[in-house]
């Protein structure tokens, strides 16, 4: 057995333990290989820091994307790396757990993470960052037909454009055109600094998605001019969503929260929306599929400039309860269209 206190001379990071092992290394930077034959294999928990991980304006999308390959984990130790190629989950999940550690993205592809069909997606304690380069950095995190997805605890920080919008985008397979939707996961107790939006849930026109959880989220939209953001937004054939306890202040954006086009059974519950032009969007018709089973209640919608809750036409067999939210808006209190 062999202890190190250093592995990493110029990051001066990186103390673990090895075994001699023997045989070439498969992986010379995470275990070297020795004088004499044989290689130090790593026995601890591999950290980007003891793989050639470097802090700063350093692109480490290749140790980055060997870790998610071989470990499946992303461990900072406390450090904050920037890599510039998308991520690509693979089968060995994604697990990222870093209390005083982060992601920064700084590329050009639409997504910093993509997930497919991914079942173990741990995102956790992390600060997430992201640029959008090539002006269509569309979100820090894609899930496509993925499951058992738990991402808590973390702040999202996104720039101010137009182009950088739902920092969580979790939809069905193949990036939103296959047949394998999303299902069960939780997005909970995370703060959203974004210049868009926060989250998007959303199906195919055949392929349904159930059974998310988004709550108890600060979600504040850092825009200084008027955007398109819909700071929540549920859509196409999605069932079971549960959006509820969030504190959303959507300044400049043009809804707190949507729901819209073939939603059915979405909870919508004691949510503070405030700012921005309409508190909730509930769409249920105007040329689009009808919505069918949404709750919207406590809680409060403050401050919009348009509508506090501003409706579609509905469906005559729909079925939408709105009771005891406290209205305070400049525009109406409820819109019926």
Same mark, same amino acid.
């Given at each position: 057995?062999?202890?190190?206190? =250093?592995?990493?001379?110029?990051?001066?990071?990186?103390?673990? @333990?090895?075994?001699?092992?023997?045989?070439?290394?498969?992986?010379?930077?995470?275990?070297?290989?020795?004088?004499? &034959?044989? /290689?130090? @294999?790593? +026995?601890?928990?591999?950290?980007?820091?003891?793989?050639?991980?470097?802090?700063?304006?350093?692109?480490?999308?290749?140790?980055?994307?060997?870790?998610?390959?071989?470990? %499946?984990? +992303?461990?900072?130790?406390?450090?904050?790396?920037?890599?510039?190629?998308?991520?690509?989950?693979?089968?060995?999940?994604?697990?990222c757990i870093n209390p005083k550690g982060g992601l920064y993205y700084k590329?050009?592809?639409?997504?910093?993470?993509?997930?497919?069909?991914?079942?173990?997606?741990?995102?956790?304690?992390?600060?997430?960052?992201?640029?959008?380069?090539?002006?269509?950095?569309? !979100?820090?995190?894609?899930?496509?037909?993925?499951?058992?997805?738990?991402?808590? @605890?973390?702040?999202?920080?996104?720039?101010?454009?137009? *182009?950088? /919008?739902?920092?969580?985008? =979790?939809?069905?397979?193949?990036?939103? *055109?296959?047949?394998?939707? !999303?299902t069960q996961g939780y997005i909970n107790n995370n703060i959203f600094n974004? &210049?868009?939006?926060?989250?998007?849930?959303?199906? &195919?026109?055949?392929?349904?998605?159930?059974?998310?959880?988004?709550?108890?989220?600060?979600?504040?939209?850092?825009?200084? $001019?008027?955007?398109?953001?819909?700071?929540?937004?549920?859509?196409?054939?999605?069932?079971?969503?549960?959006? *509820?306890?969030?504190?959303?202040? %959507?300044?400049?954006?043009?809804?707190?929260?949507?729901?819209?086009?073939?939603?059915?059974?979405?909870?919508?519950?004691?949510?503070?929306?405030?700012? $921005?032009?309409?508190?909730?969007?509930?769409? %249920?018709?105007?040329?689009?599929?009808?919505?069918? %089973?949404?709750?919207?209640?406590?809680?409060?919608?403050?401050s919009q400039t348009g509508a506090s809750i501003i409706l579609g036409s509905?469906?005559?067999?729909?079925? +939408?309860?709105?009771?005891?939210?406290?209205?305070?808006?400049?525009?109406?209190?409820?819109?019926?269209?």
């Open positions: 057995l062999l202890k190190t206190s =250093v592995h990493n001379t110029t990051s001066n990071k990186g103390g673990a @333990k090895y075994i001699v092992t023997p045989g070439a290394s498969p992986d010379p930077v995470g275990s070297p290989d020795l004088a004499g &034959g044989g /290689y130090a @294999k790593l +026995l601890s928990i591999p950290t980007i820091f003891n793989h050639g991980g470097l802090t700063g304006a350093v692109d480490n999308y290749a140790i980055l994307q060997g870790l998610l390959d071989t470990t %499946g984990i +992303l461990n900072t130790e406390g450090g904050t790396f920037e890599f510039e190629t998308q991520l690509i989950v693979g089968s060995q999940g994604f697990k590329g050009v592809s639409a997504q910093a993470i993509i997930a497919d069909t991914n079942s173990n997606f741990l995102l956790q304690n992390t600060r997430c960052t992201w640029d959008n380069d090539g002006t269509d950095a569309q !979100s820090f995190v894609s899930l496509n037909g993925s499951s058992n997805y738990h991402i808590d @605890k973390n702040k999202f920080i996104g720039p101010e454009s137009s *182009s950088a /919008y739902f920092a969580i985008r =979790v939809i069905e397979d193949n990036g939103g *055109s296959g047949t394998v939707g !999303s974004v &210049g868009q939006s926060a989250v998007l849930y959303q199906g &195919g026109s055949s392929v349904e998605q159930n059974k998310h959880f988004c709550t108890h989220n600060i979600i504040n939209n850092i825009a200084a $001019g008027v955007t398109l953001a819909e700071m929540i937004k549920v859509d196409l054939n999605s069932n079971l969503v549960d959006v *509820s306890h969030n504190i959303i202040d %959507g300044t400049n954006a043009s809804s707190c929260i949507t729901v819209e086009e073939k939603c059915r059974n979405v909870v919508c519950a004691f949510n503070q929306n405030s700012n $921005g032009t309409w508190g909730y969007r509930l769409i %249920g018709g105007q040329a689009l599929e009808p919505i069918d %089973g949404v709750q919207v209640y406590g809680g409060y919608c403050h509905w469906n005559p067999l729909a079925k +939408l309860s709105i009771e005891s939210i406290d209205l305070k808006s400049t525009g109406d209190g409820i819109d019926g269209q």
